[in-house]
């Protein structure tokens, strides 16, 4: 089979599963010149003519001021497929990557301040160009590589979302090529005759990048199921096993711990404990407090920024005398890893009642008063030691 008919049927995949590409959407494609998103621009061209979505493309490129950078060519070739190709003038760029690896004492341009002024000015000119969506040539291989560079290099399990919605920017970034291997865009390029453009960037095949690529061309060949193995891992949500679903966190001072939950089965169960017939709002932390594996209380919060409200609290009665221990080795955990924060209790005179010995101050916010917690918990532990609640 042709690698274009791969390729598009592997478009077509992705835009099913993770809704890719949106009614009269104008898309701004990021074109380097290299073979993957030369190969996005070709494909994408096409599948803009059968698809049942219709949608705009917007080609751009950014001059990031490398030497030897020449876009002469890529734009005949754009043009060729009946688009301009808009190029965004940024070679202050390079001088600034070259200030820092002077002061950094590095051997080469620093990659992530590159990355983030790329985005930063991808998302401006999506904006000068009147787009909504920006579609990156990030592939199948791209995912896997990025995986493992999180891993090794960041200590934590991610890779890029094959769509994303930037908040701030109003913006929303996909990736079309989430399922296509860079083996069959190597074919397309050679069986479609698409022109690619050598790489001006000084760092080119000289990043930690490649050298995950050369580890892994190392594990594929010798356990040749690997790739395909670790793609359905990063979409087997139902099989994901790791050290945090499995936290069990200690209240101070009791024999109680509690978990954060999000699965879907811990709020049906937190929906029973409540009798409650409305589902959980999925906007809330929910915290779900245990004594020798039994539920014992449910506690919800929000969080903007520094700012924690507390919106519910329900305890079995038998454990409501604990309350003011656990309310207080919430704020106290919460306090470590945020301080300066703002926490809030947004609940009942029954709750407010259990509270007799932390300092609570009555705050307006908005149109309405809450009761707040603003004292260091250090004093608040000295209180509680005079009046043995602990030790």
């Keep these: ?90 070679k202050q760029v390079y001088e600034i990557l070259s200030i820092q690896k002077e002061k950094q004492h590095l051997t080469h341009l620093p990659c ?7 985005k930063a000015i991808i998302n401006k000119v999506a904006h ?28 934590r399990i991610a890779t890029f979302a ?33 022109p690619v453009f050598t790489s001006s960037c000084p760092n080119d095949k000289h990043t930690k990048r490649e050298d995950i690529k050369n580890v892994l061309k190392d594990i594929y060949k010798k356990f040749p199921s690997a790739k395909d193995n670790f793609l359905t891992m990063l979409n087997n949500k139902e099989k ?3 050290f945090f679903d499995h936290f069990e966190f200690k209240v101070e001072n009791t024999s109680y ?36 594996n039994t539920l014992i209380g449910v506690i919800n919060l929000t969080k903007n920024d520094r700012k924690f409200v507390v919106t519910l609290v329900n305890f079995t009665s038998s454990y409501l005398k604990y309350l003011e221990l656990i309310i207080y080795d919430l704020y106290l955990k919460i306090y470590d890893k945020f301080n300066p924060i703002s926490f809030y209790l947004d609940v009942n005179k029954k ?21 707040s917690i603003s004292i260091n918990p250090v004093y608040i532990s000295k209180i509680f030691k005079e009046n043995n609640l602990i030790k």
């Design 112 to 118: 992530s301040i590159c990355s983030k002024m790329k």
């Design 1 to 90: 089979m042709k690698a274009l008919r791969i390729i598009l049927a592997s478009i077509k995949r992705a835009d099913q599963e993770f809704n890719l590409f949106k009614e009269d959407t104008s898309i701004c494609i990021g074109v380097s010149g290299g073979k993957d998103s030369m190969a996005l621009l070709y494909c994408l061209d096409l599948y803009k003519k059968y698809s049942k979505t219709k949608f705009e493309i917007h080609p751009m490129v950014i001059d990031l001021g490398f030497p030897n950078s020449d876009f002469n060519e890529l734009k005949n070739y754009v043009s060729s497929l009946g688009y301009n190709l808009y190029i965004k003038d940024a």
């Design 351 to 371: 709750i407010i009642k259990n509270i007799k010995y932390i300092p609570l101050n009555k705050e307006k916010l908005g149109n309405k008063y809450l009761i």
């Design 128 to 155: 000068e160009l009147n787009c909504t969506y920006v579609s990156f040539a990030h592939h199948k291989d791209d995912a896997i590589e990025t995986l493992f560079l999180n891993e090794i290099y960041g200590g």
């Design 240 to 242: 994901l096993d790791i």
């Design 257 to 292: 711990y509690f978990k954060h939950v999000t699965d879907l089965e811990s709020l049906i169960l937190e929906m029973n404990f409540l009798k409650s017939k409305k589902i959980p709002s999925s906007n809330n932390i929910h915290l779900h407090y245990y004594h020798e």
């Design 162 to 194: 094959p769509k994303m919605f930037l908040t701030n920017e109003k913006i929303t970034f996909i990736r079309p090529f989430i399922y296509v291997e860079e083996k069959t865009i190597e074919r397309l390029i050679k069986e479609e005759n698409i």
